[in-house]
């Protein structure tokens, strides 16, 4: 499965994260319905309703609540889903589409009585203890503010909120951040216009080196003046798909870490660099000559391991191959000298570097790239009968792909092209776990940016609605409008700037989680941690504003008739 396991949990953490916000904002209503309703549930007691009488009436009106948000959750997941199924590809290898479990809805609309028993339980207990006396004279009580126990709740609640959405918007704009940088990465070759595909030789057909290269030689040649095609390679592997790889002997280096060293390897034709747009920095690339020495020192290499069969063959001292390396082969190997002519052992054959390239990656966008060596397709003929053929087209590449189908059935009909792609979809297809991971993962700290601001602006219209008499009083004996604003506004600033503050600590210790999901970016990022901290700050600046004028437009003559 890859890292498909850590990306999961990374997504189940942010439902979670979610579910927790949604739990906070329904708990918050649940408390300000029951201040509320004291005086009705202090009536009920009066006439005879026990304390857990009460207590079930709340946790099923609280039960109902959590089915019929189900119900809908439901219909949004099936919505989702289809949607979500239609634009990636399996973000999961082997299980998609991914569809809706019976038992992952069962599990679901459990999970959904258990929070609501859990963030209902406390409204009911708060509720069933009423005390009757105050509760029923509620109405005609002068009550300056709200309960201190019951505020220090909700504030508490809504400083949480705010923590746990910042947590979910930094996740979500490191992962953003990460993208945008995989999207700008160089990988070392000019993508545009290319097209490649994949060709398989059937080996009774096409025995041995001879009857491959004269078919390959066709092909190539064919295929260059089709219109449209600007030029043609083949190669045993496509960049960002690399997988060859092995164990060379450098010749006369002393360094026992680089007397034996892993190294990537592919064989290409001679137009491979060009195709590709990868720069020949130094020496020369493959020409007709490198190509028809090394296919008959390969196959003459082929012959000595066949007839040697289990045991080690002895290699003539005069048999040499030719090779381009990568900038960083050059760099590791040779250091500060120049490797040009330099030879390494490769299957006991001497092999001479003729060339040095650009680096490119060839074993995925975010692998660290490795030394690379690149030898004449001819070499791997004896040994494999598939190859890779891509074009540089002065067209839309896809233009083509009908004339190339035309070329390969009229050289052997019995041969089908696989795999077509443009390098622009090679790309996609590397960054696809990213793009994915990113769009769910915005996707609720959105959701839970939006409820945030549903659950300060509660707040704060719950807050104003309980404090309308005080606010009334206050205005009677002098108090301005600007300090009613400043008083109603500092109550929300504070809760913000204490949420924000605990988001930021919790937002650094969770980010480590997405380390290793993240692509040149820091899990501690701070261009993404003031950026968020800023974007929510302002958006709870905004759910405060209209409570904040309804406080400076309160009537003081009607505020104090309130109720």
Known sequence: MGGTRERLLVLLGAVALVLLIACVNVANLLLARAASRQQEMALRASLGAGRWRLIWQLIIESLLLA???TALGGLGAWWCLRLLDRATTPFVPRFNPIGIDGTVLLFTLALSALTAVLFGLAPALQLSRPQLNESLKV????VVSPGTAGQRLRDALILGEIAVTLALLVGAGLLLRSFLKLQRAGIGVDPHNLLTMSINLPKANYPGLAARRRFFDELLERTRRTPGVESAALSTEIPLEGGNNGYIKLDGISDPALSSTLIGFNHVTRDYFRTFGIPVLRGRGFNSGDLDHDAAASQKLYDLFLAAGNAAPEIPPDLMLHAIISKMAARTFWKNQNPLGRTFRLNGAKVMVVGIVDDVKEYGIRAKTMPQAYLPQTVELPYNSSS????????APIAVLRDVRRTMQALDRGLA???????EEVIGKNTQDARVQTLLLGAFAGLALVLAA???FGVMSYTVT???REIGIRMAVGAKRTDILRM?????LRL??????AGLLLAASLSRLIAGLLYGVSPFDALTFVGVAVLLAIVAAASYIFPVRRATRIDPMLALRYE
């Not at 092209?417 to 390098?423: E, H, S, V």
């Open 496 to 501: 913000t700037l204490a949420g924000l503050l």
């Open 139 to 142: 109405a005609t009580q002068a």
């Open 388 to 395: 890779n053929l891509t074009l540089k087209t002065a067209i």
């Open 488 to 492: 109603i506004a500092w109550q929300g």
């Open 417 to 423: 092209i696989l795999r077509p792609r443009t390098m």
């Open 67 to 69: 089915l019929a948000g």
């Open 466 to 468: 309980q404090r309308t």
């Open 454 to 456: 549903v659950g300060l």
